[in-house]
């Protein structure tokens, strides 16, 4: 998988996370909005989120997660959703010497594990570490941050109420110390919510998922869809 916030295809709550079908093209992987359901139907045991720059990353975190199954599985399940996916928080996390702007990303300037499918009220977020802030379950507050959310939509079925409050990610933050109270969104690809400030976007987010390997040696290096890696010393061939 891979989010852009800012190419025109707005990755929310509702959208690809679940439904079972293609985004994008090979091609277009990590320039776009991209999600292969083959892939995304394959049993698996780690997740790397990998931050980057046109392809090249620059930032990544390895998790492992509690039991093996689908990525699509994951996300289906949203009834009552609300699961802590991960266990152990990051196995491996690396940052580029040339990464920028990383206060406020919602993926590293967190802590702690995976939260998936976190419904509260009629809010709905796909992906947040669980070391910001978590809501209660019956609190309509708009103030969970991270990949894939939704501001109006019914987070049990993954139905949208109004399309104005979607938007795909925004920054680590907490609304109530912002100015009016305001959301700081990034990129382009979020709905006309009046609350919603566009900031400038941080990198494409790139998800790969593995069976058995427990890190992700590609940091300041291009990114594929497909990625084998070769144990020194051995014929063990661990694909990403």
Known sequence: MNLNP??????DYTTGWATDAD???????????????EVWKMDVNYIAIVRHQQGIADAIKVFQFKETRSMLERFQDMDPG????????????????????LAGDPIFSVGGDLAFNWGYGDNGCRIVLT???????????????????HFNVNPKTGVEISNEWRHEIANSQNKFDNPGGVI???GTDHG?????????VKGNY?????????????LNQQ???????????????SIW
């Open 131 to 149: 070391g910001g802030h978590l809501s209660g379950l019956g609190e309509y507050e708009d103030n969970i941050h991270g990949l894939g959310n």
């Open 23 to 37: 985004i994008g093209t090979d091609e277009e992987a990590f320039s776009k909005d991209y999600l292969n359901k």
């Open 184 to 186: 700081y969104v990034q």
């Open 6 to 11: 800012a190419d025109g295809h707005i990755m």
């Open 82 to 101: 609300r699961r802590i996916e991960t266990v152990g928080e990051a196995l491996q996390e690396s940052i580029s010497d040339t990464a920028e702007d």
């Open 192 to 200: 006309k919510g009046h609350a919603y400030r566009e900031v400038p």
């Open 206 to 218: 790139a998800i790969f998922i593995s069976q058995d390997r427990t890190n992700f040696p590609f």
């Open 223 to 237: 990114l594929d869809t497909r990625i084998i890696v070769i144990t020194a010393g051995t014929s063990i061939h």
